[in-house]
Structures are given as structure tokens and as C-alpha cells.
């Protein structure tokens, strides 16, 4: 059965069987397929529907190009099965719950739900409710439906409008709970890319620059604090015409009187040396080398990650610089240049040892425990595995232990080791089902369904 990914949040994209579809002919027929889907809880009236998204039109034609519209998105989304996405009579039209689908829109929002309903002490210290809230922040890409415009149906425009709204506070507070949990964790680095994605989200938001600010200042980089200062009063002047509130300036002239750096724990104040540098840009061009990461250009995330490492070289940032090395490793592994990887992955793994940046510590494991296992290192690879899991046990991060699990699995398997192998897939499941990453738990089931087959 093929299977239709739907996501809507940001760009309107759709894939079927992995392959982008585009060809739905009009903003009509996307905006009728969103609403469809999103809306999938019941049979929809042909003239409601009509109404909706053909207002200025007399009813019968309304109903035609309804029925136009509908003909397009069958031809679009259909496939050699014949697999019915669409569920219609003469009366009604539905999107069949059943057929094999995701729907970004309603993953977001089941994990964002479970954290609100979840029974923990504190939001920010619950390490299962940290990992769902991730996962979300990574499936909102912006806004909802943020390139679909339909024109004179304000009746459609009112139902995105209430929704976009909501998803889009939803993640910004999601993001909030990230940044104060790795602040707290004192994981700079990745406190401020949570801020900074709540910046380019809502540049007006001042919460985020106050993170910001005090995640630069935490870590030794107090010119650069100041400078966010600076950027948000601009931004508040642009955009409303108004100075920062009272909380953000005092928390400028707290961080201007030194105030934060006598705090600071000895193993991360960068030497006196450090170079200034512009953490926006380094924001940017991280950001840029993950993209085309993401999209499989490899030559290109090479480019800007060597960049990000550059200016971190300089920096004397040993997280961030950490960060850099293993984002490249990463990279190069992904260009089958094994060695280099290794190198890259290696000095990422010595510097957060340095600092004892125990999650950083378990990922530089994790990624190092692959290259070697795909070098055919196994005995190595294996032992950098177990001390990544025992790592991310002992700091409470389960989807970090899931996907080591699922690695120390494959692991064995290779090495015909089947009983482990199914061991590991059934704990990296076990963690996933709690979590609630529907994507991860369609990948172990497969891993184990496949060995099942195979006995
Ligand atoms: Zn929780």
C-alpha cells in the first residue's frame, strides 16, 4: 500500500511513496486537501465545501469546480494500488482515516498533548517530555500552510487563521520549555539555537532574546549578549515603536556589570583570548549546512559547515566548537569520506570530554560506534555503543538510548547475533512507544517484523 505524507506546516509539501507530488493544478485543490485532512473526523457536505472555497460562485458552479478540484487531487494522490485517499458519495466527501498516511499537523499536536497531559513534576526536567517536545519543534518548519493563499474565501482563510495561530504558540512555547531545559543543563550551545529559532519564529519576542542573552552571557560571551540586547531594541523600535521592558534591560545592565561571569563553572569560561565574533551569522550558517544536509546536497553542507567550523576554531567556544566538528563528521560520513570522519567525530568526542558534556559526549560515541561498524570494526564499535547507551541511561534521555538501541541492533545483527539484535529493537521500541515518535516506531516494527520473516 503506497503511503501519502501530508505536511502542512510551513511549506505545503506532499509526498507519496517517498516521490513529491506538485501537480494539484491550484491553491483550491491544496487548500481542499488540507482542510480534508486536517478535518478528517467526518464526512464533509459536498455544498459546504463548495461554499467554502468557491463563495463568490452561484452554487452549481461551485459544485463544479468542487467536483474539478476533487477530479485533480484524485489524479494527483492515486497510485497503482488504487489506494482510496479520498472516501466520496454524491452527497459527501471524507479523507479515509484508514489509508496509509501521516499528517505532520497531527503529530505535532499528539505530542505537544501528551506533554500537557503527562504526569511529571516539572515540564523541563522530564527527559521523555524533552524528547516529544524536540520531535515537535522539528516537524514545524513555520507557520501553517504559510504558501497558501485562495483569495476571496474568508470563510477557509478564518478556519487557518485560528489553527495557525495555535500551532504557532504551541511551538513557541515548546521551544521555550527546549531552551530552559538545556540552560538549566547548562548546554549552551543548544539553548541558544532553540532561542534563535523562537527569534526567526517571532523576532519580537522578547522572552527568546532574554534566553538568548543569557545563554551567550553563561557561556563567557558577554560582548555577544550585549549585542542581542542591541538587535532586539532595534527590532521593538521597528517593528511597535517601543523600547525593551523593563525585565530585558535589567537583565542588560546585570550582564554589562559582569554580574554572570563570576558564576560561571571554571571548565567552561572560553580563554581570555577568545576573538569576538557574530553569533547570528554562525546561527545562520549552521542553520544553512543543516538544510542541505536535510536535502541530500552534501557538497554544499560541506561548504558551510567548514564555515561554522572556521569562525568556531577561532572562537575558543569548546561546545560550540564541538558542535561544528561533529556536524562535519556527520557530513563527511554522509560523503562516504570514512577517515576524515573519523578524525572530525574524534576531536568533537575529546573536546566535550573536556567539558563533560555528558549528552554531547554520548552522541560523538554514537556517531563514531556507525563509522565504525560500516568500516567493519565491529569489536570497537560495539564498545563505543554500550558506553553511549550507559551515558544517555544515566542522564535520563531516552530517544538518545533509542537510537543508540536501534544502532547497537543493526550492530548485531551484522553480526549474526539475532537474539540481540531483536533485544536491542524491542528496547529502542519500548522507549520510542512511550515517547510517542510514530516515525521511529514504523522503522523498529519493520526492523522486527523483517527478522521474524527471516527465522
Ligand atoms: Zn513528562
Redesign the pocket.
Known amino acids: 500500500m503506497a503511503k501519502l505524507e501530508l505536511a502542512f506546516l510551513g511549506a505545503f509539501h506532499i509526498t507519496l511513496d517517498e516521490q513529491p507530488i506538485t501537480r494539484f493544478g491550484t491553491d483550491k485543490t491544496r487548500a481542499l486537501l488540507a482542510y480534508l485532512a486536517m478535518e478528517s473526523g467526518h464526512a464533509h457536505r459536498r455544498e459546504t465545501l463548495a461554499g467554502m472555497l468557491w463563495p463568490d460562485q452561484p452554487d452549481e458552479a461551485a459544485r463544479h469546480s468542487l467536483r474539478q478540484a476533487l477530479l485533480r487531487l484524485r489524479g494527483a494522490i492515486s497510485d497503482a494500488d488504487n489506494t482510496a485517499f479520498l472516501l466520496a458519495s454524491t452527497e459527501t466527501i471524507q479523507f479515509n482515516r484508514a489509508s496509509a498516511h501521516s499528517l505532520d499537523v497531527a503529530e505535532f499536536a499528539a505530542l505537544v498533548q501528551t506533554?500537557q497531559t503527562?504526569l511529571?513534576p516539572r515540564?523541563a526536567d522530564?527527559a521523555?517530555?524533552i524528547a516529544r517536545l524536540q520531535l515537535a519543534t522539528d516537524l514545524y518548519r513555520g507557520e501553517l500552510l504559510r504558501d497558501l493563499f485562495i483569495g476571496e474565501s474568508t470563510q477557509f482563510e478564518e478556519w487557518v487563521l485560528v489553527r495557525r495561530e495555535l500551532l504557532h504558540r504551541q511551538a513557541l512555547e515548546s521551544l521555550d520549555t527546549l531552551a530552559a531545559h538545556h540552560l538549566e543543563h547548562g548546554e549552551y550551545a543548544r539553548a541558544r539555537q532553540y532561542a534563535a529559532r523562537q527569534i526567526e519564529l517571532e523576532p519580537w519576542r522578547e522572552e527568546a532574546h532574554r534566553t538568548l542573552m543569557g545563554a551567550l552571557a553563561r557561556d563567557g560571551q558577554r560582548g555577544a549578549a550585549l549585542a542581542q540586547y542591541d538587535t532586539c531594541r532595534k527590532i521593538l523600535a521597528r517593528e511597535f515603536n517601543t523600547a525593551p521592558s523593563e525585565e530585558t534591560t535589567k537583565l542588560f545592565e546585570k550582564i554589562r556589570s559582569g554580574a554572570f561571569e563570576n558564576k560561571l563553572p571554571v571548565s567552561i569560561v572560553p580563554p581570555r583570548d577568545a576573538l569576538p565574533r557574530d553569533p547570528a551569522n554562525l546561527d545562520a550558517l549552521a542553520a544553512l549546512a543543516q538544510f542541505h544536509l536535510a536535502q541530500g546536497d552534501l557538497t554544499r553542507a560541506h561548504a558551510y559547515q567548514t564555515q561554522v567550523l572556521a569562525q568556531q576554531n577561532a572562537s575558543g567556544d569548546k561546545s560550540a566548537l564541538a558542535a561544528a566538528h561533529h556536524q562535519l563528521g556527520v557530513i563527511l560520513q554522509r560523503q562516504d569520506k570514512l577517515d576524515a570522519a573519523l578524525a572530525h567525530l574524534r576531536d568533537a568526542l575529546a573536546l566535550r570530554e573536556q567539558i563533560g558534556e555528558q549528552s554531547g559526549i554520548a552522541a560523538s560515541l554514537d556517531a563514531l560506534g556507525k563509522i565504525l561498524a560500516q568500516q567493519g570494526n565491529c569489536p570497537d564499535a560495539h564498545a563505543h555503543f554500550l558506553r553511549a547507551l550507559k551515558i544517555t541511561e544515566t542522564i535520563g534521555d531516552p530517544s538518545g538510548s533509542a537510537r543508540v538501541l536501534k544502532h547497537l541492533g543493526m550492530l548485531r545483527q551484522r553480526q549474526k547475533k539475532f537474539d540481540d539484535a531483536r533485544a536491542c529493537f524491542e528496547r529502542a521500541l519500548a522507549l520510542q512507544k512511550e515517547i510517542g515518535n510514530r516515525a521511529a516506531i514504523a522503522d523498529l516494527e519493520k526492523r522486527l517484523d523483517a527478522r521474524r520473516d527471516s527465522n
Open positions: 506533554c503527562h511529571h515540564l522530564c521523555a517530555c
